[in-house]
């Protein structure tokens, strides 16, 4: 994938990322009391540049419904809050679908 297009796939996938995620933490928000809890959860990420890894945090921050704590360099980990801990894996999957691939075509490295 060239780096141009990476970069507009991330743009149109984080616009929708944040569309659908807008809606489904709407529907958290309005069950109430019935609200599931929310959960601090670790995510591995790929080789990438401190500035890639940054840029995913800050993807997955503007997304509602999830928010990254923290960057974890050296064990190349995101802490993240997620609002609904009954969907931690989706939300993952989700993350490493939409924005991991595309930010490291655009500032991958060749280290692990």
């Keep these: 994938m060239t780096r141009p297009n990476a970069a507009a796939l991330l743009a149109l996938r984080f ?43 800050c993807l997955v921050t503007l997304t509602p419904g999830t928010t990254t704590i923290d960057v974890d360099m050296e064990r190349r980990e995101l802490l993240l809050h997620v609002l609904d801990s009954s969907e931690v894996e989706d939300a993952i999957a989700s993350i490493r679908e939409h924005f991991e691939r595309c930010v490291v075509a655009l500032f991958g490295t060749e280290t692990s």
């Excluded at 609200?35 to 995510?43: E, N």
């Design 15 to 57: 616009l929708w990322a944040v569309f659908t995620s807008g809606i489904q933490t709407a529907r958290v928000i309005a069950r109430g009391r019935r609200r599931p809890p929310a959960a601090l959860v670790r995510m591995r990420f790929a080789p990438m540049s401190a500035t890639g890894a940054a840029l995913l945090g």
